[in-house]
């Protein structure tokens, strides 16, 4: 778990790309340089993990683009303190920024692999979520409701499960649309049933499925 200068400054270099690309939150751009990348990278691919890319990790899914992860955090205006749900914890890299964040975590994964393999190294590296192997679409209604809540995969539309377990004045981040180009939404509840939803632009994710293998 070597964690180098070398590593550290490719990181300080894509850091430094995604903020030229937009990116101004500081809070998540402090959070992204903290944390490890290429340790959350599939094996063959950890030379790569400073590329502002996505690559495929297990499971046919991915570990997202650096660029997205802080677009998408960006967009959820995170409060040291907020109460999040992740619904797709893949390799664990957003969950690792969100805890970074100061955020109280709930994290879901439909995948048993990788749920398994995301909270093994997410302890390892003292990053402490809750985590849980289960159904995306189902959200955790036990715990809610959440400040915010992030979608780490392509949904067909707004998932209204997990728009009931959003709180009054939080935020969900979804992309939605077809397999092949989502849009990326931000969604605010307003009140029990008025929502604000803002269109930030295409994106591309892996299918949010139902279900878990």
Known sequence: MIDSYR?????????????????ENEDVLSAMLKVPRHLFMAKGFE??????????????QTISQPYTV????SLLDIKSGDKVLEVGTGSGYQAAVLLEMGVKLYTIERHQVLFKSSQLLLKKLGYYPYSY???????????????????????????????????????????????HTQDMLKVMKISENDYKTENHGKFVFVPMLKGKE
């Open 133 to 179: 192997y289960g159904d995306g679409y189902k959200g955790l209604p036990t715990y809610a409701p959440f400040d915010k809540i992030l979608i780490t995969a392509g949904a067909p539309a707004i998932p209204e499960s997990l728009l009931s377990q959003l709180k009054i004045g939080g935020i969900m981040v979804v992309p939605t649309g077809p397999r």
């Open 70 to 73: 802080a677009f998408q955090t």
């Open 7 to 23: 590593h550290k400054g490719l990181r300080k270099r894509l850091i430094d790309s995604v903020k030229a690309k937009g990116i």
């Open 47 to 60: 030379e790569r993990a400073y590329q502002d890319n996505a690559f495929p990790i297990a499971a046919d």
